[in-house]
DNA sequence: AGAATTTGACCGTA
DNA sequence: TACGGTCAAATTCT
C-alpha cells in the first residue's frame, strides 16, 4: 500500500509538472493565430490536471472512505471533465473461486468520470484507448441507453479493462464514463501518448527561458490536432478507433479564464510554487 | 473475408 | 424475481 502510494504520488507530480510546464507554453502561444496549438495543450493540461485529481482523490478516498462509493461530484457545465474514483465492494472475497469468464457481474474497482461530449457530437471524447463495444442495454428508469465495451486487446493479451458508457439525465452533452479493470494489455493512452511527446518537446525548452528555444513547432502541434481519426490505426492490431481524439471544442476545454495569460502570471507561478512545495 | 457492431438471450446478484 | 452485465449469433461495415 505504502509503495502503491509512493508510485501515485510520483504520478500526481509528474502529471501537475507536466501541466504546468504546457501551461507555460500554453502562455507564450496564446494568440489567435494559435488557436489549434492553444487547444491542444488545453487538452493535454486538462487531461493533466484529470489525472493528478483522480489520484489524489484515490489516495483520500483510500484513507478513508475504503469500501465505500463516494458521492459523484456533479456533472458540471464549468468543467471540462469531472472525474471521481469509486471503489465498489472488493468482492474478491466472495467470489474468487468462481471461473474468471462467468457471466457473473464482476465487482471490481471502478473510477467514475464525467466527460463532456463535443458541441453537436453524439459521443463522449474519445479517451485514448482501443476499445470493443459488446453490448448496450436501456437501463430501467434512464432516458438513454447504457453501452458496454471493453478492451479491443482482450483477446491478444486477457486485458481485463471495460468501460460503460451512459448519457447524463441532466445535461445531455454530459456522459457518464465508468472504466473497470485495468489494461494489462499495455496499451498506452494515446492521450498520454501525446502529453509524453509534449513532455519530451518541453525537456529541452525550459518554459522559463525566452526566445525560440522555448517554442514548439507550431506545424508539429497542428498537425497533431488535426489528425484524422485513422491516425490511430493500429498496425499491429489493425484495431481503428472510431472516434477522434482531441475532439473538445474550446469551450469545453477553455474552461477557466485565460486572462492569467495577462495579467495573472507571477500569482500563478506563485500558486504553483507553492503547491509544489506542500507535495515534496 | 475479416473486423466491428447490434441485439436478444442468458445468468448472477440484490 | 427484476435488474443489469455479459455472451454470442446475426448483421453491417470496410
Not at 489524489?56 to 458521492?71: D, E, H, P, R, Y
Not at 489493425?238 to 474550446?250: C, D, E, P, Q
Request: glycine fraction near 6%; hydrophobic fraction near 30%.
Amino acid at each position: 500500500m505504502g509503495e502503491e502510494n509512493c508510485w501515485e504520488r510520483e504520478v500526481v507530480i509528474t502529471e501537475l509538472t507536466k501541466g504546468r510546464e504546457l501551461m507555460c507554453q500554453l502562455q507564450k502561444q496564446f494568440d489567435p493565430m494559435k488557436q489549434e496549438v492553444c487547444q491542444y495543450l488545453s487538452v493535454e493540461i486538462l487531461s493533466s490536471y484529470d489525472k493528478a485529481l483522480s489520484l489524489l482523490n484515490g489516495t483520500a478516498l483510500s484513507g478513508m472512505n475504503k469500501g465505500k462509493q463516494i458521492s459523484n461530484p456533479a456533472p458540471s457545465s464549468s468543467t471540462g471533465k469531472l472525474e471521481s474514483l469509486h471503489l465498489l465492494a472488493d468482492a474478491s472475497t466472495k467470489s474468487s473461486d468462481r471461473p474468471c469468464n462467468s457471466r457473473k457481474r464482476k465487482m471490481v474497482s471502478r473510477r467514475t468520470e464525467y466527460v463532456h461530449a463535443r458541441s453537436g457530437e453524439e459521443v463522449p471524447p474519445e479517451d485514448g484507448y482501443s476499445w470493443r463495444k459488446y453490448g448496450h442495454k436501456y437501463i430501467l428508469g434512464a432516458k438513454h441507453p447504457r453501452e458496454y465495451y471493453r478492451c479491443a486487446r482482450r483477446r491478444l493479451s486477457s486485458c481485463t479493462a471495460t468501460k460503460m458508457v451512459q448519457r447524463s439525465e441532466t445535461e445531455a452533452s454530459v456522459f457518464e464514463v465508468i472504466y473497470g479493470g485495468s489494461h494489462s494489455c499495455g496499451q498506452e493512452s494515446k492521450l498520454q501518448q501525446n502529453g509524453e511527446l509534449v513532455a519530451a518537446l518541453t525537456k529541452e525548452t525550459q518554459c522559463d527561458e525566452v526566445g525560440r528555444g522555448g517554442e514548439i513547432s507550431e506545424s508539429y502541434f497542428t498537425e497533431m490536432v488535426s489528425t484524422p481519426n485513422t491516425s490511430f490505426n493500429n498496425s499491429s492490431t489493425g484495431i481503428v478507433n472510431s472516434n477522434s481524439i482531441l475532439n473538445m471544442t474550446n469551450s469545453d476545454i477553455m474552461t477557466t479564464p485565460t486572462s492569467a495569460h495577462a495579467e495573472g502570471n507571477s500569482s500563478a507561478e506563485d500558486l504553483w510554487t507553492t503547491f509544489f512545495s506542500t507535495l515534496k
